[in-house]
């Protein structure tokens, strides 16, 4: 019989993978803003991100919601600094 901690940790790992799937729209949009290689650095970074989620979900971690999270904040704070400091527009 499984614990409520272990079950509300497999959970919370899943649901994580899941918000990190669902940000993979936004690394692919990129293309409207940032050049090419911008995009390549973006979608490793995603790739890396995902690696990690899954790791999550396999140790059944409850940190795991905190991957999409970062995954959001890493393409915001790239494509903004992009606009600003590089001169990247629409």
């Known amino acids: 019989m499984?614990?409520?901690w272990t079950r509300a940790g497999r959970v919370a790992s899943?649901?994580?993978?899941a918000g990190h799937l669902c940000t993979l729209?936004?690394?692919?949009?990129?293309?409207?803003v940032a050049?090419?290689?911008a995009i390549v650095v973006l979608l490793l970074a995603w790739?890396?991100?995902?690696a990690l989620?899954?790791?999550?979900?396999?140790?059944r971690s409850a940190w795991a919601p905190?991957?999409?999270?970062?995954?959001?904040?890493?393409?915001?704070?790239?494509?903004?600094?992009?606009?600003?400091?590089?001169?990247w527009q629409a």
């Open 25 to 32: 729209p936004y690394y692919l949009a990129s293309g409207l």
């Open 66 to 87: 905190a991957v999409p999270i970062g995954a959001i904040a890493l393409w915001w704070c790239a494509i903004t600094a992009g606009e600003v400091f590089l001169g």
């Open 53 to 59: 989620a899954v790791l999550a979900v396999r140790a």
């Open 2 to 4: 499984t614990s409520r």
């Open 14 to 17: 899943w649901l994580g993978l």
């Open 35 to 37: 050049p090419l290689w």
């Open 47 to 50: 790739l890396g991100l995902l």
